[in-house]
């Protein structure tokens, strides 16, 4: 038995994410459980999820800041899980940089060479620090990960320079196809984009509604920059969702889900197009940051960074070719059903685990 240690971010917590899911106040197409790791549960492997302080008082809450602010990491939220780590653990798996950083700290504390640890990180080429002493951390903690896993292709290639004498893996990141809802073919509805992430490039899309005046564009986001540019266009609205119901209903009525983005490295915007093929909307994304990787022309529509222009072509020429948006739903959903879905992201994981076991018993 194989026993893995999932150690996710505060907030992702098994108890606190499950809760949650059941009150449908997740929205998204999500798992029980965090990113649907608990699907390599088996005879031969064991997944604990990392938890949360129940409720984080003020308190908690600052000394967990203040550390992250002093190390650019969240250690305090791994030190508060380091029990079950050290209870037997095989391998950690993490999803980002904050944990990964973290959880390698804990292993240095603890001289714990016998846990092995696969490292996912997605901003850290990105955001890699500037300051001299940080690099140095970074590096002394990630020299030791058994292996760094990387959602986009563009980050491992440039990993695979920065740390030569790790072993860098390309891993898909997919989300829960096990439902998926059919292409409905409209003639009207509404023009849609989700998301939070720091490289959508809402600026591009406001120009793109200053042009088009006679569409309203509905986004569903908590972006500051979105609600503030939006504030400025009539056609941009801000739509309130709360629960899953809402989010549902929101694709339910879209007819275009457009994904704008700056330039970047870390598939930003990747979780938004899958989740368009799942809820059976075509997608226009910008060509950025890896998505090529995943997916091709015959299943979104790629548009150059930062080009209102394209953007607006885009728009025109999906909502006058209604077999052009049946085929792109057709073909991303038969795609991600087959080779780009949460279980085939954690057997990836599974993979991997078992040569690091066969390695080192």
Wanted: with cysteine; hydrophobic share 40%; glycine share 4%.
């Amino acid at each position: 038995m194989i026993r893995v240690f999932v150690q996710l971010s505060h907030g992702y917590g098994a108890k606190n994410w499950n809760e949650k899911f059941r009150q449908g106040k997740i929205l998204g197409t999500n798992e029980p459980y965090a990113y649907g790791y608990n699907r390599a549960n088996s005879s031969e492997i064991k997944i604990t999820y990392s938890e949360d302080i129940v409720k984080e008082n003020l308190f908690q809450k600052s000394v967990r800041y203040a550390a992250r602010l002093v190390l650019g990491f969240d250690f305090v939220h791994v030190w508060r899980n380091r029990k079950n780590i050290m209870a037997g653990t095989d391998v950690v798996w993490t999803y980002n940089e904050s944990q990964t950083l973290g959880v390698m700290l804990l292993k240095k504390i603890f001289s714990a060479k016998n846990i092995k640890v696969i490292g996912q990180s997605v901003w850290l080429i990105d955001k890699w620090p500037r300051n001299k002493i940080r690099q140095l951390i970074y590096r002394w903690l990630l020299k030791d990960v058994d292996v760094l896993t990387f959602n986009s292709k563009v980050n491992s290639d440039i990993a695979k320079k920065m740390f030569p004498h790790n072993r860098i893996e390309f891993t898909k990141f997919g989300i829960r196809c096990d439902e998926m809802v059919p292409y409905f073919e409209k003639d009207v509805g509404n023009i849609v984009a989700v998301g939070n992430d720091r490289s959508r490039d809402w600026a591009t899309l406001a120009a793109c509604a200053s042009r088009m005046t006679n569409i309203n564009f509905f986004l569903a986001t908590q972006s500051a920059a979105a609600i503030n540019i939006a504030d400025k266009h009539s056609n941009m609205i801000i739509a309130k969702l709360k629960t899953n119901n809402d989010m549902a209903s929101f694709y339910e009525k879209a007819i275009l889900v457009i994904v704008p983005l700056d330039r970047n490295n870390y598939v930003s915007g990747l979780t938004v197009v899958e989740e368009s093929g799942v809820m059976g909307v075509p997608c226009i994304v910008t060509d950025t940051g890896g998505l090529r990787d995943y997916f091709t022309d015959d299943m979104v529509y790629f548009i150059p960074p930062n080009d209102s222009d394209a953007l607006s072509e885009a728009i025109k020429i999906l909502l006058g070719n209604k077999e052009k948006r049946a085929r792109m739903v057709e073909n991303i959903q038969n795609y991600m059903q087959k080779s780009l879905n949460s279980q085939t992201y954690v057997e990836e994981y599974v993979k991997i685990t078992r040569e690091l076991e066969n390695k080192f018993h």
